[in-house]
């Protein structure tokens, strides 16, 4: 079986409510204050800042998994597709952004100050705030909220003007060194090895993926393997294995209905339907099974 695919592999929503909001107005914010549990595999157009206020959660973008906790901030292209998974209910806020030939009609000057060519195409700008730095997000934030929401005079051109600054403050977060903005990682970029390691993962889900293993075969310390993951990754090695595996799993219940659970779990590499089930849980909030009733509507 090709895992080569190895995100959730559903077929990622077209978030048609985003795109009705940002015809509108290109810069769209999330509701303050929302708890959440987690969100479908989505995607759609612009870029995306997706900011963490508590609880903690996985989020899956394109080929990064990454942990989520208060303070953490990720910068993203909207069309990467991606997905948030969360133990429990967490509070975020997400600003959209997205300007196409029709925003220069609302906005025709400062729109030339726009500029995303430092966001990677392809991955994503994962940044952990000291408080001071998070509260002046924050703030500004707050500030680009009372524009969007109000409306009053010349609130377009204040709310161009807040999210400038906070894309601005982003990037210079973003640049500066790693002990002042705690940033990981600050280019979206892999290591070969945690590169290598980490397709060699997603194509051998049903294998032995022990630390141990995997590390002897790439000719390495199983403590540097681990490290490089945590730095690069923002998660584990084991945990990174975990994830991939329940996203799998998530796929199988949902394409292959003549399989049971308990032979998904073995083709995955749980040792047990209850391993799975454990872990299918702890991530989605609901059971294997449960999953593939919703699905099939059965």
């Not at 996985?58 to 969360?86: A, D």
């Not at 070969?192 to 590390?215: A, H």
């Not at 292959?256 to 799975?276: K, N, R, T, W």
């Amino acid at each position: 079986m090709d895992m080569r695919n190895f995100i959730f592999n559903e077929k990622p929503l077209w978030k048609t409510d985003m795109v009705e909001k940002l015809n509108r107005f290109p810069i769209a914010m999330s509701q303050q204050g929302e708890w959440m549990s987690g969100t479908d595999f989505h995607y759609h157009p612009g870029v995306e800042i997706h900011i963490t206020h508590d609880g903690e959660g996985v989020m899956v973008i394109g080929r990064q998994v990454l942990l989520q906790f208060p303070r953490s901030v990720l910068v993203f292209r909207g069309m990467v597709p991606h997905q948030m998974l969360s133990k429990s209910s967490y509070k975020r806020e997400v600003i959209s952004i997205h300007f196409d030939d029709d925003s220069t009609a609302l906005l025709p000057s400062l729109h030339r100050l726009v500029d995303f060519s430092w966001i990677p195409q392809h991955s994503c700008l994962n940044v952990s705030l000291n408080p001071k730095q998070f509260q002046h997000l924050e703030e500004m934030c707050k500030a680009l909220r009372h524009e969007l929401r109000t409306g009053e005079v010349g609130w377009e051109r204040m709310a161009l003007g807040n999210m400038l600054l906070i894309t601005a403050f982003l990037q210079r977060s973003l640049d500066e060194p790693k002990e002042q903005a705690l940033s990981a990682p600050s280019s979206g970029k892999k290591s070969d090895l945690v590169q290598q390691c980490s397709n060699y993962v997603c194509r051998n889900l049903g294998e032995d993926l022990t630390l141990k293993t995997v590390s002897k075969r790439f000719a390495v310390s199983g403590e540097y393997l681990t490290r490089s993951f945590t730095r690069e990754m923002g998660i584990s090695f084991y945990q990174y294995v975990l994830l991939q595996r329940v996203a799998e799993g998530k796929r199988l219940l949902r394409e292959a209905s003549d399989v049971s659970i308990e032979g998904i779990a073995y083709m995955i590499g749980f040792p047990s339907p209850s391993h799975f089930n454990r872990h299918f849980k702890k991530w989605t909030e609901e059971t294997p099974s449960s999953y593939r009733q919703k699905v099939h509507g059965t």
